[in-house]
């Protein structure tokens, strides 16, 4: 049952994980109106994770895997339409503007336009490759496959991940960060060192703590020059340096951004009717997380999109909760990871060791409870997401450990 | 059993990224080395079914669904 009598007309901006699951959250909340989606790419919507996590190591020609098919789209009578970037919102007439020239018109609107790739321009102002599309990820397979070396600018989750990918094919990686520990705040100081290790172990060629002051030249044949004076010669570069929100067609629309579209709990912009939901909405709140964020992980994408869907269903305002969730594969080891690390938190190991790569790691400081991490052990981490959901204190969590009588007295300090 | 749901594994769509693991982990498993997961039952009861859903939509790979077993 919809509460929203008034509701006829309802417009997804973006053919993404969120805006697909925007869609089946309206029809799940009884929203029988319709639902147009607005699809920048000319590609009917495709996993993204799969990209970086499996495709680059695949043989042959790279199968995307679809990720609404059409049959499911015509079961729940959504109209999908590609090619369609917006460039424009209309917030008193109510229309989407689209590259095209359409102005589609829309009682509620979704805005779920994801985010792209930062990248870096040569000295010669040409763009750098970044792995975001299947065309990136022709490009990159491509290159690995001519030079069997490849340079990597970052090393957050994608950079990683390619990293694995490449060095488990005798491609020959070079990996350039700007931290001495990649992804300390993602999986903490133990696991972050750890992962760091595995690297090494698989002949990564690790150059950290160091900046890219400028890149030059091009495919074959690239000079990139690095704040510790040295130049790195290398016949490819890839950059993975994080991701900025699909927002600036929002400009001067009246409605409100700042690096993403503000929203509430709820998913509701400052401007009636207007809402956002997966990588592109900075939650201004959330029990989670310390401060207003963006959360850039695929299941964000999927729980959020269907939350905002519901309430705009609904007529409700019901405010999202999920607790965060990432995980990513590397050299056959699948490492995942509920709730938020703070920079202060301790490390406690209470399953396996770190060195066995079969481990679980929680975080939390005084009495409160923020992540739990596991390589190998994903089987143990209901019982501690449980305890995040309800916003368990850190002692809930160690009996959950204690329980299983699987503590190891062993603290560790992410400093 | 009234309220059973069964559960709906596709191999050949499954990346193994064990997602589902962390949310059912009585259902779903990624045993080392295991490119796929596997089922350690295929039927669920009426009370697990928010969960269930939850790990397909979850599921990057649209590798599993639920089918309301014939009485």
Redo the contacts between chains.
């Keep these: 049952m919809t509460n929203n009598e008034t509701l006829k007309n309802v417009v997804i901006v973006g053919a993404s994980a969120a805006g697909l ?1 925007a869609a ?1 959250g309206l029809r799940e909340g009884g929203y029988d109106g319709r639902v147009t989606i607005l699809g920048d790419e000319q590609h009917e919507p495709y ?1 993204r ?2 990209l970086s ?2 495709l680059l190591a695949s043989q042959g020609e790279p199968q995307l ?4 098919t059409r049959e499911r789209l015509d079961a729940a009578d959504l109209t999908l339409l590609l090619g369609h970037r917006a460039v424009g919102l209309d917030v008193d007439r109510h229309y989407v503007v689209t590259e095209n020239g359409d102005a589609v018109p829309w009682d509620a609107v979704i805005i779920a336009t994801g985010s792209r790739p930062r990248t870096l321009l040569t000295t010669e102002a040409e763009r750098l490759p970044v792995l975001r599309t299947p065309a990136d990820l022709h490009l990159l397979r491509q290159a690995a496959a001519r030079y069997g070396e490849v340079t990597l600018i970052g090393a957050g989750l994608i950079g990683l991940e390619i990293a694995a990918s490449l060095s488990g094919h005798q491609v020959e990686v070079t990996l350039i960060n700007d931290l001495e520990l990649p992804l300390r705040q993602v999986l903490g100081a133990p696991v972050a060192e750890e992962l760091r290790e595995l690297h090494r172990s698989h002949g990564v060629d690790l150059l950290l703590g160091v900046t890219v002051e400028g890149v030059s030249g091009g495919p074959g044949s690239y000079s990139v020059e690095l704040s510790n004076g040295s130049t790195h010669r290398t016949s490819f570069v890839l950059v993975g340096i994080g991701v900025d929100a699909n927002d600036e067609w929002l400009n001067g629309s009246g409605v409100a951004l700042d690096a993403g579209v503000l929203v509430d709990a709820a998913g509701r912009a400052n401007v009636p009717g207007v809402w956002a939901a997966g990588d592109v909405a900075r939650l201004l709140s959330h029990p989670s997380l310390p401060e207003s964020t963006r959360v850039e992980h ?2 964000h994408a ?2 959020h999109g ?1 939350h905002v869907g519901l309430n705009v269903a609904r007529g409700s305002a019901v405010p999202y909760a999920s607790v965060p ?1 990432f ?1 990513t ?1 590397q050299y ?1 080891r ?1 490492f ?1 990871g ?1 709730g938020r690390i703070r920079p202060d938190d301790t490390a406690l190991l209470v399953e396996g060791a770190l060195d066995d790569h079969e481990y679980l790691v929680l975080y939390g400081s005084g009495d409160e409870f923020h992540a739990a991490v ?1 390589c ?1 052990c ?5 019982g501690y ?1 449980k305890v995040l959901e309800r916003r368990g204190s850190w002692r809930e969590a160690l009996d959950l450990a204690s329980h299983a009588d699987v503590v190891h007295d062993v603290a560790l300090h992410t400093h | 059993m009234t309220g059973q749901v069964e559960v709906l594994l596709d191999t050949k769509l499954c990346n193994g990224y064990g997602v589902c693991v962390t949310i059912m982990p009585d259902v779903f498993d990624t045993p080392a080395g295991s490119p796929v997961a596997v089922l350690l039952r295929d039927r669920v009861e009426a009370h697990e079914r928010d969960d269930l859903d939850e790990a397909i939509r979850a599921c990057p790979a649209q590798a599993l669904a639920s089918s309301e077993p014939p009485s």
């Design positions: 699951s089946d996993d994770p799969t996590k499996k895997h679809s990720l609404r695929w299941t999927i729980e269907r969730y995980w594969e056959g699948r995942h509920y596991s190998g994903a089987r143990s981490l209901r997401r």
